[in-house]
């Protein structure tokens, strides 16, 4: 197993050089990580909270225009690393991938901080009337955005999971902090979203856009100077498949020409590498499973398909991704929750009361801060004294499993949405008590009543988005968990993208002939508390299907085979606790 006090694990260095233990990875490889996600989160948050305001007031986009192309700016940052993940596991490598998006990310900064900064590039306005912005000012800002978004998608697959290949599985000790990882690097991440939200967005409405925008980009360079700093001490996981994705087309492939063939009523009938093969390769075997078992067929031997017959360790990699694109499907709802928070969370804030002091006022866009607050007092909490109180009870390293954490983050969330829709609909009172109707008239009514739905969308996060990134990275196959934690960054570019479709087809419907849009220009002549009441019914239906979907499921069971013996990860028999999810 150990050798020399090399790794366990077989990591090398950036030559391909097995490294020592002592000397690399572990939380000091990870402090070198963690500034880049900061600032990286900071360039984001710096963007995205502000954006729809940045779109209605410098762009003049109407609300449902900014709203849309808020959501389909954040979705497609989202879901860009699903092709970063399939470059750097199919081809890069984690750290080359990255290297490659960040600097392309820093282009994006600079051309998207010159955009802002030049008047030329901004429409101009004479007398109180403003022009439209023309196509060539258009193709600029959207160009520099979108750049930025090719940037993340190599960068945001590959960054967390390169964390956590600092931690080597078949050391006990270093397994344990790893279940920490994952928590204190959002904790990193919820750091620079708190500096976006408090200072950045003050800043871009205050002192100026290009100001705004420019102290992140030099933050970014700056991270990446610190990032490379780090590279002695750096572990890099080997490729042992060249083309890890491979798998997901033959095993389907192999299933259906076998589809006439009987399956063995015993596992051990299938298909399988001898012991000796992992000793070899140093590949886990993945334990076979009940489910998805139309798969099975695809390991029977002597089967119609002229190719070999796929291993039994094959057919469950396939069967983690179908498990884990069911998970993802009931994520998608949630995460058009998240959604809000930059959008109509800010709008809504804009039409209210803002004033702290005589002269100070609070920019809308300014309340995302309390999300990181909760975000930035629970995840010590959680670690520190939830999780230790749970393995207490339960018995589990992690206190609960990870489906139970998305399950209670889901609960909160809708009860976030909940508070939204009560707290919409108090405004909507004080409108009509108060004759309201212009859309720049102020609401009598602190804009310090949205704080509650944003506390609790922090801790949510808390629970699912960090459970998420976890579930998603810890379940995938063994040489595919950089394309794994895309299932978590593309489900919340699908839900930006969703809800860009809701508010499309709602806009719509509901504004057909005389009627009135439930998100009109005028959210003080609107019916937003209709909207929040539609995500809420959606919300808590999607819950239902989340306690389905969660009860089929079935944890990932990895044998680590050596010469003196093997291994088990993540062994664990299937029980459905009393709320449905699986422990």
Not at 155 to 170: C, E, L, M, V, W
Not at 244 to 255: E, G, M, S, T
Not at 256 to 271: C, D, E, I
Not at 560 to 575: D, H, W, Y
Request: net charge positive; glycine share 8%.
């Amino acid at each position: 197993m150990e050798t020399k006090g090399y790794t366990q694990d077989g990591t090398v260095d950036l030559r391909g050089r097995p490294v020592l233990a002592s000397k690399t990875g572990k939380w000091r490889a990870c402090a070198f990580l963690v500034g880049y996600e900061a600032f990286e989160r900071m360039a984001f948050y710096g963007i995205a909270s502000n954006l729809v305001n940045y779109l209605t007031t410098q762009l003049h986009e109407d609300t449902v225009s900014s709203v849309r192309n808020v959501n389909n700016w954040s979705g497609s940052v989202w879901i860009t690393p699903i092709i970063g993940a399939y470059i750097a596991d199919t081809y890069l490598g984690r750290f080359w991938t990255f290297t490659v998006s960040s600097l392309i990310y820093v282009v994006g900064m600079i051309l998207l901080t010159t955009t802002v900064s030049m008047k030329s590039l901004r429409p101009t306005c004479t007398d109180g009337i403003c022009n439209k912005a023309s196509t060539l000012q258009i193709v600029f800002f959207y160009t520099s955005l979108y750049t930025i978004a090719i940037g993340a998608g190599g960068t945001k697959p590959n960054i967390s999971t390169f964390g956590a290949d600092q931690f080597d599985d078949f050391n006990p000790q270093e397994k344990e902090h790893k279940v920490s990882f994952f928590n204190w690097w959002m904790f990193s991440s919820f750091l620079g979203a708190l500096v976006a939200t408090l200072a950045l967005v003050y800043i871009q409405e205050n002192l100026g856009w290009g100001l705004g925008y420019g102290i992140p980009t030099v933050g970014l360079l700056f991270s990446l100077f610190v990032f490379y700093l780090g590279t002695p001490s750096y572990r890099h996981k080997v490729k042992k498949t060249k083309s890890p994705a491979r798998d997901l087309i033959q095993v389907p492939i192999i299933a259906f020409w076998n589809r006439k063939l009987q399956v063995p009523n015993h596992p051990s009938q299938l298909h399988e590498h001898e012991p000796q093969q992992y000793i070899n390769s140093g590949k886990r075997q993945v334990h076979y499973t009940p489910i998805f078992r139309f798969l099975d067929k695809a390991a029977v031997k002597d089967g119609n398909s002229s190719k070999p017959p796929c291993t039994v360790t094959q057919v469950e990699g396939t069967k983690l991704v179908l498990g884990m694109l069911l998970i993802w499907l009931v994520t998608l709802i949630p995460s058009t929750i998240w959604a809000q928070i930059n959008t109509l969370f800010v709008k809504q804030g804009t039409t209210m009361d803002r004033s702290l002091g005589s002269s100070f006022q609070i920019p809308a866009a300014s309340l995302g801060s309390f999300v990181t607050f909760s975000m930035l007092l629970s995840v010590p909490m959680y670690d520190r004294y939830f999780v230790p109180f749970m393995r207490r009870k339960t018995g589990n390293p992690r206190g609960i499993t990870l489906l139970q954490r998305l399950g209670i983050g889901f609960v909160i969330q809708i009860a976030a949405i909940a508070i939204a829709y009560a707290v919409e609909v108090r405004r909507m009172h004080a409108i009509r008590m108060h004759h309201i109707m212009g859309p720049k008239e102020t609401v009598p009514m602190s804009i310090f009543c949205l704080l509650p739905q944003y506390v609790l969308l922090g801790i949510a996060d808390v629970f699912n988005a960090i459970g998420l990134l976890e579930f998603f990275y810890d379940q995938s196959p063994e040489d595919m968990q950089s394309l794994g934690t895309t299932f978590f960054t593309s489900g919340i570019g699908v839900g930006n993208f969703l809800n860009s479709f809701f508010v499309t087809v709602v806009d719509k419907i509901t504004g057909r002939g005389n009627g009135k849009s439930w998100i009109g220009d005028n959210l003080n002549d609107s019916h937003l508390d209709y909207y929040y009441g539609f995500l809420l019914v959606i919300s808590t239906l999607n819950l239902g299907a989340f306690l389905w979907a969660s009860s089929k499921y079935v944890y990932k069971r990895e044998t680590i085979e050596f010469n003196e013996g093997c291994i088990e990860l993540e062994s664990k028999a299937l029980e459905i606790s009393p709320l449905g999810l699986q422990v």
